[in-house]
Nanobody, 120 residues
Framework: VQLQASGGGLVQAGGSLRLSCVAS????????MGWYRQAPGKQRELVATVTSGGSENYKDSVEGRFTISRDNAKNTVYLQMNSLKPEDTAVYYC???????????????WGQGTLVTVSS
């Protein structure tokens, strides 16, 4: 199983970006999916999660600006980021709790990260 994130880049404050993360491989079932971020010199932090049923959860500072969504048929999770601020600058990582065909329990997989830089 692999997760491939994309969509990062350089944007001015107030701009928008859309991140995508595709899970591929021997996937039997996908549970929660989410996005984390890690700014330079800081710990990785939760940005947003979405359950298999579509329930969403957000970090307080991004609520109302970011929207997480998923396409279960494509095993893909998205993060629409609007009204970006310089403090949103970080490497964004996706994850997913996946049960593979060869597995006995759900396991959390991580994508490789995609850099988002917001200039002031």
């Amino acid at each position: 199983v692999q997760l491939q994130a994309s969509g990062g880049g350089l944007v001015q404050a107030g701009g928008s970006l859309r991140l995508s993360c595709v899970a591929s491989g021997s996937i039997f079932s996908t549970n929660a999916m989410g996005w984390y971020r890690q700014a330079p010199g800081k710990q990785r932090e939760l940005v947003a999660t979405v359950t298999s049923g579509g329930s969403e959860n957000y970090k307080d500072s991004v609520e109302g600006r970011f929207t997480i969504s998923r396409d279960n048929a494509k095993n893909t999770v998205y993060l629409q980021m609007n009204s970006l601020k310089p403090e949103d600058t970080a490497v964004y990582y996706c994850n997913a709790d996946i049960l593979s065909y060869s597995g006995r329990a759900y396991r959390r997989y991580w994508g490789q990260g995609t850099l988002v830089t917001v200039s002031s």
